[in-house]
């Protein structure tokens, strides 16, 4: 099973501000530029079958104006603590408190083949237990100061190793990475 990361930060590391907020994120309220740019988001979508996300992150999503922007892919929110899914979404979002290895096995036991892993401490926690295979981060040019890191303290290294890097003509930079 192939377990990705897709995401953004600040060029100084940040996810988010330190309450959340997202506001320094161009095109946060479509995931699509002015200029139609989706940034190889929806051909990474249409290679997943699945998402973990945290509870934090899955209520941050919530909060935004529009429609659910998973569709009807399966989501698994990952938390030691209670969320609540809203009716209209639970046939296809539901809670887990399992570790991120148990998460994994049981959807490869269900057949399922490239998770998405999104939200801080969910990346972090899957991290360290050596199961993401791919990180693609893309940089906003952008310092905030700041907030959420997207990496936290591991116990040991972790190589990568540079697949690609794409500039974008208004200062995004995405890089690909396998980890080694």
């Known amino acids: 099973m192939k377990v990705s990361v897709y995401i ?5 590391g940040f996810i988010a501000r330190k309450d959340g907020a997202l506001d320094w994120l161009p095109g946060i309220e479509s995931p699509e530029s002015p200029e139609g740019e989706d940034y190889g988001y929806h051909e990474f979508m249409d290679s997943i079958d699945v998402l973990i996300m945290g ?73 360290k237990a ?15 100061g ?9 116990d040991a290294d972790i190589k990568l190793r540079h697949l690609q890097t794409q500039s974008f003509s208004n200062g995004l930079v995405q890089s690909r990475y396998q980890i080694a």
């Open 8 to 12: 953004a930060t600040s060029l100084d």
């Open 55 to 127: 509870r934090n992150t899955f209520e941050t999503v919530l909060s935004f104006e529009g429609d659910w922007p998973y569709g009807d892919k399966r989501m698994i929110i990952l938390s030691s603590q209670p969320v609540s899914i809203p009716s209209e979404l639970s046939a296809t979002v539901e809670a887990s408190s399992c570790t991120p290895a148990e998460l994994i096995e049981k959807l490869a036991e269900e057949g399922f083949q490239h998770v998405y892993v999104d939200g801080g401490i969910t990346i972090q926690s899957f991290l």
């Open 130 to 144: 050596e199961l993401i295979n791919e990180l693609i981060i893309t940089r906003i040019p952008i310092l905030i």
């Open 146 to 154: 700041s907030g959420i890191p997207l990496f936290g303290e591991i």
